[in-house]
């Protein structure tokens, strides 16, 4: 499987931007879906994920209420709509794909840069 995300831009706070992953590859249908982001000098942490059915969702803490995740199977894609966004929003942007809603990853996608200037 193979993930290729996009969408990454420079914003200013408030300001919203859509990001999409495509997969190609062999899908598996028990697996979810799931948006990662590393900020300069921390961690990385999960900020998003989806059920390949869609019926069950996550979304951390930081993020709830400001940003969704979304799918379309039958464009193999996961999208991470980021509204308010704020400048510690800003970080480097992964999907990937993983054994369950909280499970671990089994296949990580280039990064997609955010930049969310104040």
């Known amino acids: 499987v193979q993930l290729q995300a996009s969408g990454g831009g420079l914003v200013q706070a408030g300001d919203s931007l859509r990001l999409s992953c495509a997969a190609s590859?062999?899908?598996?249908?028990?697996?979810?879906w799931g948006w990662f982001r590393q900020a300069p000098g921390k961690e990385r942490e999960s900020v998003a994920a989806?059920?390949?059915?869609?019926?069950?969702?996550y979304h951390s803490n930081a993020v709830k209420g400001r940003f969704t995740i979304s799918k379309d199977n039958s464009k193999n894609t996961v999208y991470l709509q980021m509204n308010s966004l704020k400048p510690e929003d800003t970080a480097i942007y992964y999907c990937?794909?993983?054994?369950?809603?909280?499970?671990?990853?089994?296949?990580w996608g280039q990064g997609t840069l955010v930049t969310v200037s104040s």
């Open positions: 590859g062999r899908m598996i249908s028990t697996y979810a």
């Open positions: 990937a794909f993983k054994t369950s809603l909280h499970g671990s990853v089994a296949y």
């Open positions: 989806i059920s390949w059915s869609g019926g069950s969702i």
